[in-house]
């Protein structure tokens, strides 16, 4: 197990030398660049910008330049955000997208566990219709509708709740609306998702056996039923994690939450190098921890699983 | 055996509601089983025989399923209308089943001993620890080797035989009354088959547990049982003593069973007699004879009228219009 779990941190490192060097070149193909304005700028002054972040360096001298910098944690200065660098840049939104992801996904994974063993349970009776329906609502309504409503009813009318912004302008109290509406999809797939497998675990075998050796349906759910039902579960949740912590720029631009979502998107647009590689990185780092965390899980809840 | 019956089934009917019609499952069948004793219930797939027997435990999965009539007397009490948790008691701890397939009957998730212990716990009102030992005991009596260390393994570790040991000794781990084995030999490899039949024989009669053996093999129930009923399309076609069935059997379906048995006693050149036909679709079935459409002995009121059920000496009894004559004088 544990030569297993090494093995696993140590293959990171070539799949991210892959990762980045394939997306450090792929940038570069795409067709404008950092300094490319509606409006040409002088010949010159290109020029001297090119020089300042050695872009008029061949292109292989810069990508051994990026991959000195990349080893030592350095993500370079931000070709948009003049006075920063991207690392300031990751460490005042990752954390902000961190906890609000992890919240989120919290909320989801319990909320969404718990309506899916609700309407497995009564499948086909009322319980399980308003489930289903509360679902698909979840699934087909998108964030930029949700967040609005939510702000209104919640900050405009009951005024119980600040509109937006984050922790350190409106308080711990500033997280509900941007986390409940964030979790909303996810919760919706979730509970879809457990009510299914639970279902197709209830008509298996062994729980006939559990029920035929006399103990109580609660019994038979929580100990024989939900270890095996949880599985698909925890497979989704590790992309949805990765995938929920590098920040929503549709939350962040609805609630001004200063994530890191609206710069990444925003340094796609922007041909921002660097900052794109330093997405680019981070996202795979999250991506393949959690796929190893999903993975170390796995092997808890299925003892058929082993690790060698 | 002994005359004592300990459970009583009445014109049971198990009937399941589908998009088609409803289909009649077990339709009318009735038996009793005596203390001690082995009874085979031989039919074709389809014919009822797992139906009748999930009903007996009242574990038929509703909807689409409901059990639309009839009695499960237990010592006299109605299983059928017992309170959820008076049924219970009885799961597992008077009455016990076991399943067809050992591959997929023990829960993956969960080691042999928490699924053994849970149940002991659960009937014998007895601590974890003692209950363990027991299940130690149990898995010993079954067979398994070195018991005190493969009860803490998990169902994947133990091959298809070994976790149809284990299902008996989860089984009889309550001292029950009665098993229930639903085909639990048809998913084993043939040598593996005597060895587990062999082993519940020895143990339910060290224990004197009375068996109800569910099964598509003569084979199986010539070895095992006292008496037999035959299924056919959710009814009980013929039954009897074992050696009376297989001496004398009366119903034509039953005789066809017999025929198609392959022998090697018997020096022939012929090809494997096998009924004909397919076995009826049982939604909306007419009140006929079921088998007519298969039967070489078919006659005009089989497929007017389900025929009444004939006894013959030594309590053989069939239900085909052959007897007519005796039908009459019953």
């Known amino acids: ?308 | 055996m002994s005359d004592e019956v300990i459970l009583q089934v009445k014109d049971l009917k198990t009937y399941f509601t589908v998009d088609e019609g409803v289909v009649k499952a077990v339709d009318g069948v009735s038996f009793d089983l005596h203390k001690g004793e082995t009874l085979g219930i031989v039919g074709e797939s389809g014919s009822g025989k797992s139906v009748t027997n999930l009903s007996i435990i009242n574990l038929i999965s509703t909807p689409p399923g409901k059990i639309a009539g009839g009695e499960v007397l237990f010592h006299g009490k109605d299983l059928l209308k017992m309170p959820p948790h008076e049924i219970r008691e009885i799961r597992g701890n008077k009455i016990s089943m076991i399943f067809q397939d050992p591959m997929t009957s023990l829960n993956p998730f969960l080691r042999i001993s928490t699924q053994m212990v849970e149940t002991i716990v659960l009937h014998q009102k007895i601590d974890k620890k003692a209950a363990k030992e027991k299940a130690i005991e149990m898995l010993k009596l079954a067979g398994i080797p070195a018991p005190e260390k493969r009860i803490d393994q998990y169902p994947h570790q133990f091959s298809g035989g070994m976790r149809q040991r284990v299902m008996i000794a989860m089984g009889l781990s309550c001292n029950p009354e009665i098993l229930i084995a639903d085909e639990p030999t048809s998913a084993l490899d043939v040598t593996i088959q005597a060895q587990i039949l062999e082993l519940m024989r020895e143990l339910t009669r060290k224990l004197g547990t009375a068996v109800i053996l569910i099964t598509h093999s003569l084979g199986v129930v010539a070895g095992m049982c006292d008496t037999i009923c035959v299924m056919y399309a959710g009814r009980i076609v013929e039954r009897g003593r074992t050696e009376e069935i297989f001496e004398s059997p009366r119903h034509p379906y039953t005789q066809g069973l017999i025929r198609s048995v392959p022998r090697l006693d018997q020096e022939t050149k012929e090809r494997l007699y096998s009924i004909p036909g397919q076995p009826p679709n049982v939604i909306d079935l007419p009140d006929c004879c079921p088998f007519y459409p298969r039967c070489e002995r078919a006659m005009d009121i089989c497929k007017k009228k389900y025929p009444p059920v004939v006894s013959f000496e030594n309590n053989q009894s069939a239900s085909c219009w052959l007897y007519g004559k005796e039908a009459q004088n019953v």
Do not use: C
């Not at chain 1, 297993?4 to 193909?29: A, E, K």
């Not at chain 1, 509970?191 to 062994?206: F, N």
């Open chain 1, 1 to 308: 197990m544990a030569r297993y779990f090494i093995r696993r941190v140590l293959s990171l490192i070539p799949t991210l030398f892959i990762v980045i060097t394939l997306s450090f070149f792929l940038i570069r193909i795409a067709p404008g660049g950092p300094f490319a304005r509606e409006r040409d700028v002088p010949e010159a002054i290109l020029q001297n910008l090119m020089k300042r972040y050695h872009m008029d360096e061949p292109l292989f001298k810069q990508y051994l330049r990026y991959m000195k910098d990349i080893i030592r944690w350095d993500f370079g200065p931000s070709y948009r955000y003049r006075d920063l660098t991207v690392n300031e840049i990751i460490d005042r939104g990752l954390p902000v997208s961190m906890s609000l992801g992890v919240i989120s996904l919290t909320l989801a994974a319990v909320g969404g566990i718990a309506v899916g063993i609700i309407s497995a349970l009564k499948q086909n009776r009322w319980q399980d219709y308003v489930a289903v329906s509360v679902a698909v609502i979840g699934i087909s309504v998108p964030l930029f509708v949700m967040g609005p409503v939510l702000q209104l009813v919640f900050g405009m009318k009951l005024k119980i709740l600040p509109i937006g912004q984050w922790i350190s302008t409106n308080g711990i109290k500033a997280v509900i609306l941007p986390a409940v509406t964030l979790s909303f999809p996810y919760f919706a797939y979730i509970a879809r998702l457990s009510r299914a497998s639970i279902l197709e675990v209830l008509r298996s075998d062994y729980i006939r056996t559990a029920r035929a050796k006399g103990l109580k349906e609660s019994v038979v759910v929580w100990k024989h039923v939900l270890k095996g039902a949880l599985l698909p579960v925890v497979t989704y949740l590790g992309p949805a994690f990765s995938g929920i912590v590098v920040g929503s720029i549709v939350i962040e631009s609805v609630f001004l939450v200063p994530g890191i979502g609206r710069p990444f998107v925003q340094s796609a647009l922007n041909r921002d190098y660097t900052l794109i590689m330093a997405e680019v990185v981070v996202y795979s780092v999250i991506l393949i921890i959690a796929n190893l965390v999903v993975d170390v899980i796995y092997g808890l809840l299925d003892p058929r699983i082993s690790y060698k």
